[in-house]
């Protein structure tokens, strides 16, 4: 491979030329003359030369850029789209052309460079759209080789942004594409402006789709740098205001025939993305600070609490599941959920801690924190959450512990959170009976 002469390629390229022109001037006066088949297994052959030739090799993807084999592939493929027939030798002289503008990117910064200047955005929103699997496959592996910070601000003009809408729609219909995958995580995900941008143009299952990504980008415990940690603060900023938006769109589950809302599906994927972002400690604390985000998960812990109160629905605690059909419902879990993150909000933060009193969603808290089989480990949460309201708070500490004398807080439920209630002189102490190891 490294032995190869210039001549070779200048050949190839002459080859590709030739075929280009013979196909070209076919369509244009209708002729029937030109064997297409063979041309078509002549490009086909030209590009695994060329695919293969430069494998590892900076030397030969230089020799091939200089002789303008990049211009004359984009060329050729956007010329071969356009022959109306999908007959198999025709997808593999795509297929193959596609595999060598890969190579000649790989690790070549001048290539891929080229290839942009060549190919943004028309072969891409060509091929991103194909009918064959490997065509749109091979094309992500070409664009995600040649995208890097920069070029992924250019998806951000309106006119290109399709390019990036297109790539998310190929993972969702194609999930085994491992390429697609990686230029959402590696390249769109790393710009919060784009993350915008996309989101609005989204339809509600392909909402679902970017968050389920975003959970799993957050969820991963690697160390991460200031500049990442930059992004995900700046996603939930973004994310927090989506569910302040739209978490009433919830309560349309209530109704059975509304169970796979898409827009309510949506917003169980926003506050389980935000209860992902408040387990880092560093993220927590920027979440913490935001307006309204804990009003919001308590006005709606309220609202669910309520609904589920009104009539027998999914917010409807209950305690003898029967058969399968509640557990697959998207909304199980939502109340535990929405504790879990108002627990995470008040985590050492007074501010917090005094505005769950403020809003009476303690009481609100404890009532909902006896087994519910449509929340999964809701107690466990409650008293997570309790933990956290109560830790170096005695205004909090004393409220709880007044409700348990009057009988509005079950005792045997603060028993089960390791508490219980003590009269020191004329005050009430909420205090821990847990051992300490």
């Not at 589950?253 to 169970?259: E, I, K, N, Q, R």
């Not at 009104?310 to 939502?334: D, K, L, R, W």
């Amino acid at each position: 491979r490294e032995m190869a002469e210039e001549s070779i390629f200048q050949n190839l390229l002459e080859i590709l030329m030739s075929a280009s022109s013979e196909i070209e001037q076919a369509y244009k006066n209708s002729c029937e003359l030109v064997d297409l088949d063979t041309c078509l297994l002549l490009i086909a052959e030209c590009f695994r030369c060329l695919r293969n030739a430069c494998v590892e090799c900076a030397k030969n993807q230089h020799v091939m850029r200089n002789l303008g084999l990049i211009s004359t592939s984009v060329n050729l493929i956007k010329l071969l789209h356009g022959i109306q027939i999908k007959e198999e030798l025709l997808l593999t002289a795509l297929r193959c052309s596609l595999q060598f503008l890969g190579n000649i990117a790989a690790g070549n910064g001048d290539s891929q460079n080229s290839i942009w200047k060549c190919a943004f955005p028309d072969l891409f929103l060509t091929c991103l759209t194909y009918s064959d699997e490997k065509i749109v496959a091979y094309c992500c592996m070409v664009l995600f080789t040649c995208l890097n910070s920069v070029k992924v601000r250019e998806l951000l003009d309106p006119g290109n942004l399709t390019v990036a809408l297109h790539v998310l729609k190929v993972y969702k219909e194609q999930l085994e594409s491992e390429w697609s995958f990686l230029i959402v995580t590696d390249h769109l995900l790393k710009c919060p402006e784009l993350v915008k941008a996309l989101y609005a143009k989204l339809s509600n299952q392909e909402r679902v789709t970017l968050l389920e990504l975003i959970m799993a980008e957050i969820s991963e415990k690697n160390p991460v740098t200031s500049e990442e940690m930059n992004v995900f603060m700046r996603h939930a900023d973004f994310l927090a205001g989506c569910f302040q938006e739209k978490r009433e769109a919830v309560l349309k589950l209530t109704s059975a025939a509304d169970a796979e809302d898409e827009e309510a599906l949506v917003t169980i994927r926003l506050l389980d993305v935000l209860c992902e972002m408040t387990s880092n400690n560093r993220q927590l604390e920027h979440l913490q600070a935001l307006p309204g985000l804990l009003e919001t998960a308590i006005d709606t812990l309220r609202l669910t609490h309520l609904a589920g109160k009104q009539a027998v629905n999914i917010f409807t605690a209950t305690h003898a599941m029967t058969g399968q059909e509640e557990i697959s419902h998207p909304a199980v879990g939502f109340k535990s959920h929405l504790i879990r993150l108002i627990g995470n909000l008040c985590y050492k933060n007074k501010e917090n801690q005094d505005k769950v009193y403020e809003l009476d969603g303690i009481p609100l808290i404890l009532d909902n924190c006896s087994i519910d089989d449509n929340n999964p480990f809701v107690n466990q949460w409650a008293v997570y959450a309790i933990r956290n309201l109560t830790e170096q708070n005695e205004r909090n500490q004393e409220l709880i512990a007044q409700m348990e004398e009057k009988g509005l807080a079950d005792n045997s439920a603060l028993e089960s959170m390791g508490l219980e209630i003590e009269k020191q002189d004329d005050k009430l102490i909420l205090r821990s009976v847990r051992k300490k190891p």
